[in-house]
């Protein structure tokens, strides 16, 4: 069954909907749509669900067919066949923790745009090459963290990022007061433990905070 939906938003629209992107794991399908209205309801308007369970799929095209006001992405695309079955499944954009020409070209043939990572410079000079000017900072933490991102102003001052990867609701701020950060990325949102207990009131409550994250940055450094 395929749940396609106009991918009608940009790379740089994704990195402007929410100051956090929740990364989500789904365990158990039946999860995936309780936890995209309870993002909704606490004012986050994306969800990434990655690609690293079996039920993934299923949940991208229950979370496309029932909760359609959401910003729909697909994680852990690391192929030109994930593209292809995300963007069937219901994918408005993708994800990947690195960036090649084959999964560029793939996300360009089916009209979705995709954030792809990098963890360098090198590796943002090539993505420039590509014409992608909004990436993925992955592994965040790991990678040079807040530093790194702040010595990128100067030198690629027309790249935005979404950092990922170790994040916490300590040090989200301060990527977010960064001028070359449009949003992070975490999965403390939606925690596996509230998942499993169906507590999404948990879940509509971290994402309120998430949201408040923005206002609290201040200006951009």
Same mark, same amino acid.
């Given at each position: ?103 560029? +070209? ?67 701020? +301060? ?47």
């Amino acid at each position: 069954m395929s749940a396609t939906r106009s991918p009608a938003h940009s790379p740089v629209c994704v990195l402007d909907v929410s100051p956090v992107v929740p990364v989500v794991v789904v365990e158990d399908v039946a999860t995936a749509v309780p936890l995209a209205r309870a993002l909704l309801a606490g004012g986050i308007g994306v969800v990434e669900l990655t690609l690293r369970t079996p039920v993934a799929l299923d949940a991208v095209r229950a979370v496309a067919l029932e909760v359609p006001e959401i910003l729909l992405g697909v994680g852990t695309c690391t192929s030109a066949d994930d593209v292809a079955r995300a963007v069937d499944a219901g994918a408005q954009f993708l994800v990947s923790p690195g960036t090649t020409r084959s999964l560029v +070209e793939a996300a360009r043939d089916r009209d979705v745009p995709l954030l792809p990572g990098v963890a360098t410079v090198s590796e943002a000079l090539a993505a420039l090459e590509l014409g992608i000017h909004e990436l993925k900072f992955f592994p965040a933490q790991q990678s040079g963290g807040v530093p790194f991102l702040a010595a990128l102003r100067t030198v690629l001052p027309q790249v935005r990022f979404c950092p990922t990867g170790g994040i916490s609701p300590a040090t989200a701020g +301060e990527y977010l007061a960064l001028s070359n950060v449009g949003c992070v990325g975490g999965s403390w949102l939606t925690p596996a433990d509230a998942l499993a207990a169906g507590d999404f009131a948990r879940v509509e409550e971290l994402a309120r905070a998430a949201v408040a994250l923005r206002g609290a940055t201040g200006a951009h450094g």
